[in-house]
C-alpha cells in the first residue's frame, strides 16, 4: 500500500471539522505487523526493515495491524533529518550500531489495518480513536497529540523552530497514494522535492561537492530552476557524491536552455535522485528560478515518476 500525500496551503483551515499535528521532519513509515513478522516500507513501497532494527518492538503492539507514520531522529528533543540520512542507507551490522548509539522515534499517526480488516474507509476520527485504543508502547514509538486550534499550533511550531504542521479532515478516509485536499501541509518556509540533473565541484579545489543543478517536471521533460550552493555540507556530500557518480550522463537532462553562467563546469546526470530544497520562493514567471534555495536532505524515498504524479495531481 502506498501512503495517503497532504496537499500544500498557505494558511491552515478552521472549524471543529478539522483536526491538527506537528509535521515532523523524517522519513514516512507503514509499519505492517502480521503472522509474528514486522515489515517496514517507505513512501515509494521499498523495503526499510533492516535499517531500522530498534523499531523491533512494533511487533507487541497487535497481532495483525498496519500503521502509518514517520521515523524521526531526534536531537535534543528536536527532528533532525541530518541525523537521519545515515540511518536511511545503513544496513545489517552498520544500522545496529547506529540504532545503539542513535536510536529513531516512530511517530504514528494513522491505522490503515486491524485484525484483518482494512480500516482505510473509516472516518479519521475513528480510525484515530482505534489507533489510541492500541496503547502503543515507548519510548521507540509514540502516538503525537492532534490539536483543535490550527493556527495556534503553526505559531508554536515556528517558535520551536518545527517544520510546520499538518491539517486533516475529521471525516476524511484514507486515500492510499493520493494527494488529497483532505489533508493538507502548511510549511514555515516553502520546501520542495526537485530533480538533480547536474552538479559543479567546489570552485576553491576543484574537488568535492560545490552544487547542485536542479529542475522540476515541464510535460515530458525537465525544467530547470536553479543551483544549489547552500547546505551541501560534508555528510550530505558523502551521500551525494558516489549517486551522483552512478547517475553520470554525457548530456544535459533539462528540457529548458541552462544559463551558461549555470552551465560552465557542470557534470550531468540522468534525472533520478530527488531532493528536497528550501527556498524563498521564484524570482518570478519569467524564469521560474528558486530564490536562495538550501539543500535539505536527499530524498532516498522518492523517485522522479513521485515527482511527476504529484505534479500530475
Known amino acids: 500500500m502506498r501512503a495517503m500525500l497532504a496537499s500544500a496551503a498557505a494558511r491552515p483551515p478552521t472549524g471543529a471539522a478539522w483536526s491538527h499535528e506537528v509535521k515532523w521532519d523524517g522519513m514516512r513509515i507503514l509499519a505492517d505487523v ?5 515489515r517496514l516500507t517507505t513512501r515509494a513501497e521499498t523495503e526499510a526493515t533492516d535499517r531500522f532494527p530498534e523499531l523491533a518492538g512494533l511487533l507487541d503492539v497487535h497481532p495483525d495491524v498496519l500503521l502509518d507514520g514517520e521515523v524521526v531522529s531526534l536531537e535534543q528533543g528536536q527532528p533532525s533529518f541530518s541525523r537521519l540520512i545515515d540511518r536511511i542507507h545503513a544496513r545489517g551490522g552498520t544500522a545496529k550500531q547506529l540504532a545503539a548509539a542513535r536510536p529513531v522515534t516512530y511517530m504514528v499517526f494513522d491505522l490503515l489495518r486491524l485484525d484483518g480488516h482494512d480500516v482505510t474507509r473509516l472516518p479519521l476520527r ?11 508502547p ?45 489533508w493538507v501541509k502548511i510549511a514555515h518556509r516553502p ?3 526537485v530533480i538533480v540533473g547536474g552538479w559543479r ?27 544549489v550552493g547552500s547546505g551541501l555540507g560534508a555528510a550530505q556530500a558523502q551521500v ?24 560552465r563546469g557542470t557534470h550531468w546526470v540522468a534525472p533520478r535522485i530527488v531532493v528536497d530544497v528550501r527556498s524563498l520562493g521564484t524570482l518570478g514567471e519569467s524564469t521560474g528560478r528558486l530564490r536562495q534555495p538550501t539543500l535539505l536532505r536527499v530524498r532516498a524515498d522518492l523517485s522522479a515518476g513521485d515527482l511527476r504524479e504529484a505534479e500530475d495531481g
Open 34 to 38: 502480521r503472522a509474528g513478522r514486522l
Open 240 to 263: 551525494l557524491l558516489p549517486l551522483l557518480a552512478q547517475a553520470h550522463a554525457e548530456q544535459s537532462p533539462f528540457t529548458t536552455p541552462v544559463p551558461p553562467a549555470d552551465a
Open 126 to 136: 475513528d480510525r484515530r480513536a482505534l489507533l489510541e485504543g492500541l496503547e502503543i
Open 201 to 227: 565541484p567546489e570552485a576553491t579545489s576543484g574537488a568535492g561537492l560545490g552544487a547542485l543543478l536542479v529542475g522540476i517536471p515541464q510535460g515530458q521533460g525537465w525544467r530547470f530552476v536553479g543551483r
Open 138 to 182: 515507548g519510548p521507540r514509538a509514540l502516538v503525537p497529540p492532534v490539536y483543535p486550534d490550527g493556527a495556534a499550533l503553526l505559531r508554536a511550531t515556528a517558535e520551536q523552530g518545527l517544520e510546520g504542521i499538518v491539517s486533516k479532515r475529521l471525516d476524511s478516509q484514507y486515500e492510499p497514494g493520493r494527494r488529497s485536499p483532505s
Open 191 to 193: 520546501t520542495q522535492s
